[in-house]
C-alpha cells in the first residue's frame, strides 16, 4: 500500500490526539500499547486494541476523534491519506 504522509509526526499520550483532525492516521508504537478511539462529542469509547511494540497500525476514524495510548511516551501518529 502506498500512502501519502499529511504531516509530521505527533506524541499520543494517555490525554488523546487528533492527530490534525486527520481521518487516517498511522499509528507507530514503540512499547506494547493499547490503543482506544474515542468519540469525545458522544463520551464514548468507539474502540480498543493493542499494537505491538516495533509494529505499526492505520486507523480510520472521524476527524474529531481522539486516539489514546495506553501510556506516555510509546505510541506516535501521522496523519496520512490513501495514494491511489
Given at each position: 500500500?502506498?500512502?501519502?504522509?499529511?504531516?509530521?509526526?505527533v506524541?499520543?499520550?494517555?490525554?488523546?490526539?487528533?492527530?490534525?483532525?486527520s481521518v487516517l492516521v498511522r499509528l507507530h508504537a514503540?512499547?506494547?500499547?493499547?490503543?482506544?478511539?474515542s468519540d469525545p462529542v458522544a463520551n464514548t469509547v468507539i474502540g480498543s486494541f493493542?499494537?505491538?511494540g516495533g509494529?505499526?497500525?492505520i486507523?480510520?476514524?472521524?476527524?474529531?476523534d481522539?486516539?489514546?495510548a495506553g501510556a506516555d511516551d510509546v505510541l506516535t501518529g501521522t496523519p496520512i491519506a490513501y495514494k491511489f
Open positions: 500500500m502506498i500512502i501519502k504522509v499529511l504531516g509530521e509526526y506524541a499520543i499520550t494517555t490525554g488523546g490526539e487528533t492527530v490534525d483532525n514503540i512499547a506494547n500499547t493499547d490503543v482506544v478511539v493493542v499494537i505491538s509494529y505499526s497500525e486507523v480510520e476514524k472521524k476527524s474529531t481522539l486516539i489514546i
